[in-house]
Each structure stands twice: as structure tokens, then as C-alpha cells.
């Protein structure tokens, strides 16, 4: 339940990310094509570029921190399956153990 929380909260983190990356990028795009007015790389021009670098590198960071949540809470299910099974097997001898004993002591009441 609280791996799936953090994936939730992880995708919607990713998804906070794409509108100011949008805004960041139509920005800078719209400076590239400012009519009449020389192109040039300024102060403002490289702020945008900064953040539009920095969006991107928390936003893969962030895909990256939920693949690894993902496969951290599929080991977990995994390691789950293999416990079930494992606990049905040790169930299943236990109730065998008990026939066995049950039989045994049948048995040895009658022939002593």
C-alpha cells in the first residue's frame, strides 16, 4: 500500500513538471521568433535555457526515482508469491505430519 503511494505520488510529480516545461519552452521559442528584432543570446534568453535544463533534468530524475519504485515494489510482490507458496507448502506438510502422528499413535495404542 505504501509503495503505491509513492508511485502515485511519483507519477503525479512528473506530471506537475510537464506545464512549466511547456510554458519554459514556448518561451524560449517565442524569443527565437521575435519579429524584427535581432536574435540574440542574452540574459534572459540563457535564464530560460537554465531552466528549461534544469525542468528536464529533475523530470528524468524523478522517471528514474519511479522505475526504480516500480521495480522495488515488483521484488516485493514477487518476494510475497514466494512466501505464499512457501507458507501453503509448510501448511501442507504440517497437516501431513499430523495424519502421520495420528496414525502412528492409532497404531501404537493397539500393539503396545
Not at 6 to 30: C, G, M, W, Y
Not at 83 to 95: C, R, T
Not at 101 to 107: A, S, V
Request: a negative charge; glycine letters at 2%.
Amino acid at each position: 500500500m505504501y509503495c503505491r503511494m509513492i508511485l502515485e505520488d511519483s507519477k503525479q510529480a512528473i506530471t506537475d513538471k510537464d506545464k512549466p516545461l511547456e510554458v519554459v519552452e514556448t518561451r524560449a521559442e517565442n524569443r527565437s521568433y521575435r519579429p524584427r528584432v535581432e536574435l540574440c543570446r542574452d540574459e534572459p534568453h540563457d535564464g530560460l535555457l537554465n531552466e528549461r535544463n534544469e525542468l528536464q533534468g529533475t523530470v528524468a530524475s524523478l522517471i528514474d526515482q519511479h522505475n526504480i519504485a516500480e521495480d522495488a515494489l515488483a521484488q516485493l510482490n514477487q518476494t510475497l508469491e514466494r512466501l505464499d507458496n512457501d507458507w501453503s507448502i509448510k501448511g501442507s506438510s504440517l497437516e501431513l505430519d499430523e495424519k502421520v502422528h495420528d496414525k502412528k499413535t492409532k497404531t501404537t495404542s493397539r500393539f503396545p
